[in-house]
């Protein structure tokens, strides 16, 4: 009889795993790819009605983690895989009513040259000399993890880790630097600290170490697809489509056992039998799905918080600036007047092809722990965003096109501890043959570790097949 598999979620989790077995299979199967929503992609989507890249979630993934780059060229993608613009280098940090610089040489959070720091207008005099305590202070002793905030707050002081370090680096997990494990968002923190008391001296001595620093990436650290990251989901798709089922508009209530393996109950009560099962849902999705898991299993899932994120998407036309759009865009820190929590000059950081003549914004919205942001409706966000724009930027004029993404429970929170509690998940989930979970929750948000636990789970799955 024919294999049949159930892959629950249809996010970029779901799609690549669904794609890869398809691929690994050494015999045909009977591929059931389930998703909630009535569209693929999850977080990813990408608006192009304006003839502009406009992305609602992510925009980019990292060149140096392979697999998203990998997976582009295998669709066929390779030929539009573009690089972000040589011209134009970093963000700036928008404090006190003005645009700075970030300062050169910080890395993970530790200020590594401390001539930038020294230069820099977000730090008065005194704070700049609370960097150097760094040097002097005793190591901070803590068991396995400790808050990444608490680390760097104890060696250079509030004003550099609230107006530099936490724009910086909570950006990508859109979390609190004083709840982020560091463990599993800085490792390299605690292997410096471990090495020699002062973070800034073993930090230069790690750069030095690193004699010939790797050559830069031709198109730079990240890349994206010139059509946006949507053609990513859509060669999945069409891939999915030609060999399997893929249903929308179907959300799954619950994963049961079976004698010959697993009943993927859907909220209609149709059941999709199957003998193995990925589930590539958020975790307090698998936790409400996972029936046949322990009590304690299943808070292991779904104790893990999320948060809550929209974005803006804005085209304007160009006479809507009178400064110049030189950078890739501005991190915005805790407490300014402005709500935004970051924006991006999308033409500037981008090399689209695209030719229209207007200027694309992206602003993103939502903090950790901030839970007003999806009470508001979208006119309310709307003029918070042209508040900001003025505030921030000058810009009174309205955008010719806008979009409020909003994104509810869209990013796992690493809190400290996190380490342990993703590998007594994995423990859990190895129980149960047939079963795989994956997903953003596990150690690294990224698309391309997205892809990566997507193709091991996959061919963990086909390997089991082979030997049993
Ligand atoms: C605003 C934003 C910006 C980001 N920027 C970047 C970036 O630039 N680069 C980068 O590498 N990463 C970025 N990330 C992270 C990355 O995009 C995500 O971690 C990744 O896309 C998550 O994919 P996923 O498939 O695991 O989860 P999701 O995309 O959340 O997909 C899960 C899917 O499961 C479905 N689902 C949920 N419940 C059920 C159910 N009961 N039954 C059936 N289906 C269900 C959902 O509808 C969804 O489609 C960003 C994330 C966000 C939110």
């Known amino acids: 009889m024919t294999r049949r598999v159930v892959v629950v979620g249809g996010g970029i989790s779901g799609l690549a795993a669904a794609y890869r077995l398809l691929q690994e299979s050494p015999e045909p199967i009977e591929l059931v790819l389930v998703e909630a929503s009535e569209r693929l992609g999850g977080v990813i989507q990408t608006d192009r009605s304006q003839g502009v890249v406009l992305e609602g979630g992510p925009d980019s993934f990292l060149r140096r983690k392979p697999e998203a780059l990998q997976l582009s060229e295998e669709l066929g993608l390779g030929a539009e895989v573009i690089g972000t613009n040589p011209d134009v280098r970093g963000a700036y940090i928008f404090h006190n009513g003005r645009f700075h610089d970030i300062?050169?040489?910080?890395?993970?959070?530790?200020?590594?040259?401390?001539?930038?720091?020294?230069?820099t207008e977000l730090l008065n005099q005194s704070e700049k000399f609370r960097l150097m305590a760094d040097l002097a202070l005793?190591?901070?002793?803590?068991?396995?993890?400790?808050?990444?905030?608490?680390?760097?707050?104890?060696?250079?002081?509030?004003?550099?880790?609230?107006?530099?370090?936490?724009?910086m680096m909570s950006g990508i997990y859109a979390g609190d630097?004083?709840?982020?494990?560091?463990?599993?968002?800085?490792?390299?923190?605690l292997k410096l600290q471990q090495r020699g008391r002062s973070l800034i001296q073993e930090a230069q001595k790690e750069a030095a170490r690193a004699a010939r620093p790797a050559p830069a990436a031709p198109g730079g650290m990240f890349a994206t697809l010139a059509r946006g990251l949507g053609s990513l989901v859509d060669a999945l798709e069409s891939r999915v489509r030609s060999q399997a089922r893929v249903l929308l508009g179907s959300p799954v209530e619950k994963?049961?056992?079976?004698?010959?393996?697993?009943?993927?109950?859907?909220?209609?009560?149709e059941t999709l039998e199957a003998a193995d099962v990925i589930v590539a849902v958020p975790a307090y999705q698998a936790a409400r799905m996972l029936a046949f898991w322990d009590d304690a299993e299943r808070a292991l899932l779904a104790e893990?918080?999320?948060?809550?994120?929209?974005?803006?998407?804005?085209?304007?036309?160009?006479?809507?600036?009178?400064?110049?759009?030189?950078k890739t865009g501005f991190l915005v820190p805790r407490n300014q007047v402005a709500e935004m929590t970051a924006g991006t000059w999308v033409r500037s950081k981008w090399n689209?092809?695209?030719?229209v003549d207007v200027v694309p914004v992206r602003a993103f919205y939502g903090r950790a722990g901030d839970v007003s942001l999806l009470t508001k409706a979208d006119d309310a966000m709307m003029s918070q965003f042209r508040q900001d724009m003025g505030y921030i930027m000058g810009v009174t004029d309205a955008p010719q096109y806008q979009r409020v993404f909003r994104i509810p429970q869209a990013m796992p929170q690493y809190l400290v501890g996190h380490q342990r509690?993703?590998?007594?998940?994995?423990?859990?989930?190895?129980?149960?043959?047939?079963?795989?979970?994956?997903g953003s929750y596990f150690d690294g948000v990224g698309i391309p570790d997205c892809i990566r636990h997507a193709n091991q789970a996959a061919s963990e799955l086909v390997r089991s097949w082979r030997s049993g």
């Not at 689209?352 to 030719?355: A, F, M, R």
């Open 304 to 326: 893990i918080p999320y948060a809550d994120l929209a974005v803006i998407g804005a085209v304007y036309q160009p006479t809507a600036f009178n400064r110049p759009l030189n």
């Open 255 to 269: 994963v049961a056992r079976t004698e010959g393996g697993y009943a993927v109950v859907l909220a209609n009560q």
């Open 103 to 119: 300062p050169d040489g910080v890395q993970a959070g530790v200020p590594i040259r401390l001539e930038g720091l020294f230069k």
């Open 421 to 438: 509690r993703a590998a007594a998940i994995r423990e859990a989930a190895q129980r149960w043959p047939g079963l795989r979970v994956i």
């Open 138 to 167: 005793p190591r901070l002793t803590f068991d396995e993890d400790i808050a990444l905030g608490r680390l760097l707050r104890y060696r250079f002081g509030d004003a550099y880790v609230d107006r530099i370090a936490a724009p």
């Open 177 to 189: 630097i004083d709840l982020l494990s560091c463990a599993v968002t800085a490792p390299q923190l």
């Open 352 to 355: 689209y092809p695209d030719t």
